[in-house]
Each structure stands twice: as structure tokens, then as C-alpha cells.
């Protein structure tokens, strides 16, 4: 908010007083505002835990802030279940490749969805064991992580 004030030319005691008025009234809330948004985007657009938390931090929320929204909206909605059903689809509209084909392009759209890889095979494992072996090999390393690298 700052920022975008800034830009649009406002002096700093203007900025200042434009975002504590805003707080006090509770219109200016980064930890509501990551929680609403992850959930939103978990929920009704189907994205995985990094994507959404890329999503967060270039929309400037703090990190610690945008794990916290993150915690909070995957204990409303089951990653697991957004995956699943996610995966469901995929399956059910492409039937023109063979299973093993199919099921290593479904990995890498779950990857790009921001899905963590483990998960991402632990489901598919699940869902289609008599296919599993098709999954060997594609554990790539997970770079949104606990390890991933800080990029601050």
C-alpha cells in the first residue's frame, strides 16, 4: 500500500496516516488477506502450497506472514483432496495417451500447479498403483522446500 501510494505521488505523513487509518479499521489486514487468498486459490483454483506462496510474496506479504495465511488455509482444505481431484480430471480427459505416458504428464501438471512432489507421488501412487512404475525416476528434487533457497 505504501508502495503503491508512493508511486502515485503522495507525500510520506499522508502515506503514514492513509495506512494507519486503514488498519485501525481493519481494511489493511496482511495476515487475513494471505489466509483469504490461499484458501481461494487452494479452493476454487485448485493450486498447490508453492504456488500460492509464490503468489503471496510477489504480491509483497511478508513471508513469515504468508506461511502463517498458508498454515491456516490448508487446515480448511485437504491438499490432498484438491490433488486428488485435480488428478481425476487430468486422467478423465486424456484418454488418448497410453497410462504410464499419461500418468508422467499428469506428474509435471501437478509439479507446475505448485503441488509438493512428494505428495504429488504419494497420490498418484495411490490412485493408480497398478501404473506406479511409471513414476520412477521422476522425483525431482523439491525446490519450494524446507531446503529451498531463501530468495530475500
Avoid: C, N
Avoid at 503522495?10 to 494507519?20: F, K, P
Avoid at 496482511?30 to 486459490?41: Q, V
Avoid at 512428494?118 to 497398478?130: D, F, I, M, N, S
Avoid at 512404475?133 to 522425483?139: F, K, M
Wanted: charged residues 30%; aromatic residues 6%; hydrophobic residues 40%.
Amino acid at each position: 500500500m505504501r508502495g503503491a501510494l508512493h508511486d502515485a505521488g503522495y507525500a510520506e505523513d499522508e502515506i503514514e496516516a492513509t495506512v494507519l487509518r486503514l488498519r485501525a479499521e481493519r481494511l489493511l489486514d496482511d495476515a487475513g488477506f494471505a489466509a483469504r487468498f490461499a484458501l481461494s486459490r487452494m479452493a476454487h483454483q485448485g493450486l498447490g502450497r508453492h504456488r500460492v506462496r509464490r503468489a503471496l510474496w510477489q504480491k509483497g506479504v511478508p513471508k513469515g506472514v504468508a506461511e502463517a495465511g498458508l498454515t491456516e488455509a490448508l487446515g480448511e482444505v485437504s491438499e490432498a483432496g484438491v490433488l486428488d481431484a485435480l488428478a481425476r480430471r487430468y486422467w478423465r480427459q486424456r484418454t488418448r495417451d497410453e497410462p504410464a505416458q499419461r500418468l508422467r504428464k499428469l506428474w509435471g501438471f501437478l509439479l507446475r500447479r505448485g503441488f509438493p512432489a512428494g505428495l504429488v507421488a504419494e497420490r498418484l501412487k495411490a490412485l493408480w498403483p497398478r501404473h506406479q512404475d511409471a513414476l520412477d525416476g521422476l522425483e525431482p528434487l523439491d525446490l519450494e522446500g524446507p531446503d529451498a533457497p531463501d530468495e530475500s
